[in-house]
């Protein structure tokens, strides 16, 4: 899939002022300064759709965006910034968690993972929750620009090790991806378009 519009549509914070309009929905999120703005503009081939920003925790709204006049890609605020707290519930706001439980329209949620890390506890957290509240959801494993392709193998391997020795039956879908170098952008949008078309 190219992508030949992607418009502005709403910032909120609440799931009730989403765009009535129903279109396929996938959401991105992931832990501040993740990559996610970055990914965002360079899989919609766009300089500034989402703004990057070098301060983590700036996002802190819903944003809609309409591509191609067929879907909508949110994007959602990151999550773990300067935020402690005993529970789950805690971390993660309630228009986010409202948003992936109450949003018919949502059709895969896009978890966005730093591949240079070691499987970090809140991602887990958040995948665990996503998982129990039965939202589909694929990996976009970041910045592969800034390593080894062996090494990234390695700390994806890592991430499956934890997951599945959990509750989970099979490693969702993932992708390998840099903003810097554009790898996984074709993947991404096909991964979409597919399921658009199915
Ligand atoms: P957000 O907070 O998740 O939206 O993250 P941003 O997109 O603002 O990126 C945070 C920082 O990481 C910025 O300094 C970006 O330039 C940098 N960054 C994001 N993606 C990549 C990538 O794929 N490769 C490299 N080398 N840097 C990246």
Not at 20 to 45: C, D, H, Q, W
Not at 113 to 134: C, H, T, W
């Amino acid at each position: 899939m190219k992508v030949n519009k992607a418009e502005f549509i709403i910032s909120n914070s609440d799931v009730k002022k989403c765009p009535a309009e129903i279109l396929p929905e996938y959401a991105f999120i992931g832990r501040s300064n993740v990559g996610k703005s970055s990914l965002i503009n360079m899989l919609t081939g766009r300089k500034a759709l989402a703004k990057v920003s070098g301060k983590p925790g700036k996002t802190q709204l819903i944003n809609h965006f309409k591509i191609n006049d067929n879907w909508f890609l949110v994007d959602l605020p990151g999550y773990g910034y300067a935020k402690v707290s005993k529970s789950t519930k805690g971390i993660f706001q309630k228009f986010i968690t409202e948003y992936f439980e109450k949003r018919e329209q949502l059709v895969c949620g896009f978890v966005l993972i730093d591949v240079r890390l070691e499987p970090q506890k809140i991602d887990v957290e958040f995948m665990s929750y996503l998982g129990n509240a039965g939202v589909p959801f694929c990996i976009i494993f970041t910045k592969a620009d800034k390593l080894t392709k062996s090494k990234a193998m390695q700390n994806i391997a890592a991430y499956k090790k934890v997951l599945l020795a959990g509750d989970w039956e099979e490693f969702p879908t993932y992708f390998l991806t840099s903003s810097a170098s554009g790898e996984g952008q074709d993947e991404v949008l096909q991964f979409i378009n597919d399921v658009n078309t199915d």
